[in-house]
């Protein structure tokens, strides 16, 4: 069993700042990758940042230069830095991870999402 645990919404201003951070824990052999997704009423969700073992980070490129992904050496946490917030970053904020539970077993989890309004 594995689990994603999301923490820190909250309403913010524009411009604001706020951190997302996400823990995983369980039958966890290894993190490949893991990250944030965020969805709006009406809409897909989108990738908004990851980070991988191996290959670095992602960002959507409307987050580009505003938000920063890190992990700790482990990937079991990843923390997701929000600067320069605007009204469209509101969203359910849903951590993501695709997490290998044995040697060759592996799967993509989501956490339960976090609703993150940005208004005034």
């Known amino acids: 069993q594995v689990q994603l645990v999301e923490s820190g919404g909250g309403l913010v201003q524009p411009g604001g700042s706020l951190g997302l951070p996400c823990a995983a824990s369980?039958?966890?052999?290894?993190?490949?990758?893991m990250g944030w997704y965020r969805q709006v009423p009406g809409k897909q969700r989108e990738l908004v940042a990851v980070?991988?073992?191996?290959?670095?980070?992602i960002y959507a490129d409307s987050v580009k230069g505003r938000f920063t992904i890190s992990s700790d050496n482990a990937m079991n946490t990843v923390y997701l830095q929000r600067n320069s917030l605007k009204p469209h970053d509101t969203a359910v904020y849903y951590c993501?991870?695709?997490?290998?539970?044995?040697?060759?077993?592996?799967?993509?989890?989501w956490g339960q999402g976090t609703q993150v309004p940005v208004s005034s």
């Open positions: 993501n991870a695709y997490i290998s539970t044995t040697h060759r077993d592996w799967g993509q989890f």
């Open positions: 369980g039958s966890i052999f290894r993190i490949n990758t």
């Open positions: 980070v991988s073992s191996g290959s670095g980070t």
